[in-house]
């Protein structure tokens, strides 16, 4: 029985850690996309500063107001998201140092 024990316990370990796999690089993902979103969105107001002052004249308020919120918003997203991986990024550090510790003293007391 102790076997059997162990071996769920070292399936639900490697199921989490597959799990927290997953769920990393999903994020990973959608913040890469959020800051392609946000890149884009700062390009898009470039373009639009230029071309006015290209021809002469200042950017309309309502089309800075627009584009730099949409630039605001995506922005704001991505550093949410990049602060999320790194907050999972300690976290796992974290949990692996501590079962690391867990694990010497399970293997100095056999």
């Known amino acids: 029985m102790p076997l059997l024990d ?3 316990q070292e399936l639900d370990r490697a199921g989490k850690a597959a799990q927290d796999a997953f769920d990393d690089g999903k994020t990973r993902l ?3 996309r959020t800051r ?3 890149d ?3 390009q898009s107001l ?3 500063v230029y071309r006015a002052k290209k021809s002469g004249r200042d950017l309309d308020a309502a ?3 627009r584009l730099s919120a949409t630039l605001e918003t995506h922005d704001s997203e991505a ?3 990049e602060a999320e991986i790194e907050l999972r990024r300690q976290q796992s550090a974290a949990s692996r ?3 690391s510790t867990t694990e010497d003293s399970t293997t100095s007391a056999s």
């Open 6 to 8: 162990r071996l769920k």
């Open 30 to 32: 959608e913040a890469f």
């Open 36 to 38: 392609q979103l946000a």
């Open 40 to 42: 884009k969105a700062a």
């Open 46 to 48: 470039g373009y639009a």
């Open 63 to 65: 089309t800075f107001d």
């Open 79 to 81: 550093a949410r998201l």
């Open 97 to 99: 140092a501590s079962s």
